[in-house]
């Protein structure tokens, strides 16, 4: 199978494991198959840097947590696949955004519903997030940190996490960084895991994957059907300072269970939750779907498609917006904002001025 991916290009490994050929286009890697200097972008652009005689079997956008950066998708003869891995922070315009495809997988369990905009068309499944054992890697490091957490702290954006974390600095040692985070899960007794709003996240596989005994927030989105308690890691209620102090301390006494379950861990994600497994099951459904009617039934759905998409490029015109006043005293951010802007306003018109709108054909309002 030949695959375009779009956006986050960790599964590329995966899917060439698997055999297939991959043509990545990524909005925040230089190192992508194809590059492009500016987004959004009309997917023609893209399309057409392919190799000659290259023609992608399925076009797979994997989310970066960005609005949309490849505009016209909507318009190809070509399956067309999403893994959501955001649908906690941005629900509510992914719910129409899903309008464009043919198979969605969301990472988050308790969200598949919503992404189910035509279940006579759609194949919506969960498929959780993974590690990337050729990076979430094992070593043999000295055990210098008790306690670490990585991850951003931010007093506005997430004040819940900012005021737990500085409270448990109070209180146990705990070393806070961000960004790179392989040497620190190898160099920690104990690595320390809060979610952002109740999702099993990257955070999760990738310090399991490190072999790094996880002290992990209890979350649903699928969590019991991933991990026991214990076993593979050990779990915390949200916000409970006191509870996690207490299980610091017993798991830095005792080295020979924590490790025990360290090892657990490693292996429950690298025997079940690599890369590896995530591309084998998306190819899995696509291989036993009609995807020539899937394509023509979505096609069929045009107008109602457009309506959805109308909506999401008006909430992410009034984004640009509200962002072109913050960065006011920057000329450059403040210019970039007004044209991305304009550029979804634009789409926007052209959808509203089509023949299939003024048909009247119009599917869900969303609000």
Known sequence: MKILLLGFSALKAGFEELG???????TTDETSDIWISEFPVDISCVLERLPSGWDPDCILLTDESTEPMFLGLERLDVLLVWYVFDSHLHLHWHKAYAAI????????????????????????????????????????????DDVSFVGTLDAQRKPGRTQFINALQERTPLFVTSGEYVSVFNRSKIVLNECAANEVNFRTFEALACGSFLLTEQVENGFNELFENEKHLV?????????????????????????????????????????????????????????????MMRKSCYAVTLNALSFVYEHVANVYEVASQRYSASLSKYEYCLRVRDMYLACNAKIIQSSDRRMGCVGPVFS
């Open 20 to 26: 297939h050929e991959v043509v990545t286009c990524c």
């Open 235 to 295: 779990t915390y209620d949200k916000g409970n300072l006191d509870q996690v102090v207490e299980l610091i301390q017993y798991y830095l006494d005792h080295e020979s269970e924590r490790e025990r379950i360290a090892f657990t861990g490693r292996e429950a994600v690298l025997q079940l939750h690599t890369m590896t497994h995530r591309a084998k099951t998306i190819v899995e459904h696509i291989q036993i779907a009609d995807v020539q009617s899937l394509i």
């Open 101 to 144: 495809f043919d198979f969605v997988f969301v990472a988050q369990q308790s969200f598949v519903s919503h992404y189910e905009f035509d279940a006579n068309r759609q194949v919506v499944q969960w498929l959780p997030l993974f590690c990337n054992p050729n990076r979430d890697r094992y070593g043999q490091l000295p055990k210098i």
